[in-house]
């Protein structure tokens, strides 16, 4: 079956870096739309990034420019690069994954259609 595993997370500074990752397996990961939420305390879940089977990527605004999304094909692994963190983007991160969806589902929405999902790891950025 679907396997979503993250890890990676943690407590920073703001100005920090994190990287995330997912270990994925159960499903031909390569040919898979992948990519991240997350929810803050008390705000509903919101796309972070996304990236499709051909590499394109795709981001929420408020995190252009700071976080880099990646896929490692070989590996099964889906990575979020997190740079210049801001109180703000403390929350829980999601990693989830559609074969259907185009990589715009991951981040103009809050997942509603998505099929799986991982536990979730925990980013919290103090100032």
């Known amino acids: 079956q679907v396997q979503l595993v993250e890890s990676g997370g943690g407590s920073v500074q703001a100005g920090g870096s994190l990287r995330l990752s997912c270990a994925a397996s159960?499903?031909?990961?390569?040919?898979?739309?992948m990519g991240w939420f997350r929810q803050a305390p008390g705000k509903e879940r919101e796309g972070v990034a996304g990236?499709?089977?051909?590499?394109?990527?795709d981001y929420a605004d408020s995190v252009k420019g700071r976080f880099t999304i990646s896929r490692d094909n070989d590996r099964n692994i889906l990575y979020l690069q997190m740079d210049q963190l801001k109180p703000e983007d403390t929350g829980i991160y999601y990693c989830?994954?559609?074969?259907?969806?185009?990589?715009?589902?991951?981040?103009?929405?809050?997942?509603?259609?998505?099929?799986?999902w991982g536990q979730g790891t925990q980013v919290t950025v103090s100032s």
């Open positions: 989830a994954a559609d074969t259907r969806l185009n990589v715009g589902w991951f981040v103009r929405t809050r997942g509603q259609l998505i099929n799986f």
């Open positions: 159960g499903f031909t990961y390569r040919r898979w739309q």
């Open positions: 990236v499709d089977s051909d590499g394109d990527t």
